[in-house]
């Protein structure tokens, strides 16, 4: 009987040890692995800028004596574009895993940020916004640059998953002591058993991306968003119906 006791105990004793390893390479690896997104991240964005730098230059001049070309090379800004900020994304991730993402708080006015992020997107996707603003301002206290990420990448994703001829809505709203913006589209929708992991760190949901496949995409753009969200002590969520379409909405505190 004390045999077969001390058996299981030294066999419980292996197996915590086991779990206890393999949590810690599961850290290691982990840690490479931002490290790795750090480093090439950084390396990356200085021959991105030169690149974006040389073919403007390259554009202007060929404007004027080859049209056909010059559109060959807006093309091409358009993906450098596109790079950068997965590059950029890349970067704000890594701070994130060494808890170095800084804010820089100001007083602000959140309907001047969802109307600037808002005309860029909508510009850039070549799409209409349909965008609800308040009367009155939205004082939150916020980092503009952070904040305006948050909004680029909710509206990046409502283009990129809906198709052309559906429309994209910004709303920005006050309830209580928050404010409140949601980005809606009549896109794809979001299976149910995906909805719990859209947040997560590298998460993308099967079909669709696979179906948007031209898009590139990393799955990272929420999971940034959120942490961002938090650290304005906030929150961000999702109601989202397959074939229907995605809100995705984010709240921080009103200033005093
Ligand atoms: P990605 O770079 O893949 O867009 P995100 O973190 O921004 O990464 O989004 C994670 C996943 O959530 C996406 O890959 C996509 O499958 C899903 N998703 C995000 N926004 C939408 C949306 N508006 N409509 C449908 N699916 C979405």
């Known amino acids: 009987h004390r045999v077969a006791r001390e058996i299981s105990v030294a066999l419980a004793d292996i197996q915590s040890r086991r779990a206890a390893e393999f949590h810690a390479a599961a850290v290691a690896e982990s840690r490479l692995k931002d490290m790795f997104l750090g480093i090439a991240s950084h390396e990356l964005r200085t021959p991105l800028t030169c690149l974006k730098l040389n073919v403007q230059l390259v554009h202007r001049e060929l404007q004027a004596l080859e049209p056909r070309l010059a559109e060959r ?33 100001t007083h602000c006015d959140l309907r001047a940020i969802c109307r600037s992020a808002g005309a860029e997107q909508s510009q ?31 509206l990046a994703n409502a283009y990129k998953y809906s198709a052309a001829e559906e429309p994209v809505d910004l709303s920005l709203e006050q309830s209580g002591a928050e404010a409140i913006v949601t980005v809606k589209d009549r896109g794809p929708g979001i299976p149910r058993d995906s909805l719990p992991h859209v947040f997560d760190r590298f998460y993308r949901v099967p079909g669709v991306s696979v179906r948007t496949g031209s898009y590139v995409g990393l799955g990272l753009g929420l999971y940034l968003s959120k942490a961002i969200v938090e650290q304005h002590h906030g929150r961000i969520w999702v109601e989202s119906e397959v074939g229907r379409g995605s809100a995705f909405s984010f709240s921080m505190p009103l200033a005093a």
């Open 124 to 154: 850039v996707a070549r799409r209409p916004l349909s965008l609800h603003l308040p009367e009155e301002p939205v004082h939150v206290l916020a980092d503009e640059d952070r904040t305006a990420e948050v909004i680029t990448n909710l």
């Open 73 to 105: 090379l807006e093309r091409l800004t358009r993906s450098i574009d596109r790079m950068t900020r997965l590059v950029n994304e890349m970067l704000s991730v890594s701070a994130i895993a060494a808890g170095k993402l800084a804010l820089r708080e």
